[in-house]
């Protein structure tokens, strides 16, 4: 069956580094799109970073600059690299896969409805 697995989240000082990973297994196809996620506590969840199969990325702009996602084809593994932290970045992150059929590739998570999500990783920045 097909699963996500994040790992690489931790607790970090403000204008730290992490980097998360995100194992896909059970796969028969490349996602069309994969991203991260994130959520703190008492917050809506919002996108971080998409990335289609083509390589096409977009990133929210409160992480343009000190984000980088990335992703393997062909394991349908997935990575963010984030430097610079802030405690702002504090929540814990989810990757999430589209269906083979998905045309969407948005930071809205709202339009991953059909999508195959991770059971997510805790971040946590210090002030």
């Known amino acids: 069956q097909v699963q996500l697995v994040e790992s690489g989240g931790g607790s970090v000082a403000a204008g730290g580094s992490l980097r998360l990973s995100c194992t896909a297994s059970?796969?028969?196809?490349?996602?069309?799109?994969m991203g991260w996620f994130r959520q703190a506590p008492g917050a809506e969840r919002e996108g971080v970073g998409v990335?289609?199969?083509?390589?096409?990325?977009g990133y929210a702009d409160s992480v343009k600059g000190r984000f980088t996602i990335s992703r393997d084809n062909a394991r349908n593994n997935l990575y963010l690299e984030m430097n610079d932290l802030k405690p702002e970045d504090s929540a814990t992150y989810y990757c999430?896969?589209?269906?083979?059929?998905?045309?969407?590739?948005?930071?809205?998570?709202?339009?991953?409805?059909?999508?195959?999500w991770g059971q997510g990783t805790q971040v946590t920045v210090s002030s």
């Open positions: 999430a896969a589209e269906g083979p059929y998905a045309s969407i590739c948005e930071l809205n998570w709202l339009d991953w409805s059909g999508a195959r």
């Open positions: 059970g796969y028969t196809y490349i996602s069309p799109c």
């Open positions: 990335v289609r199969k083509d390589g096409t990325i």
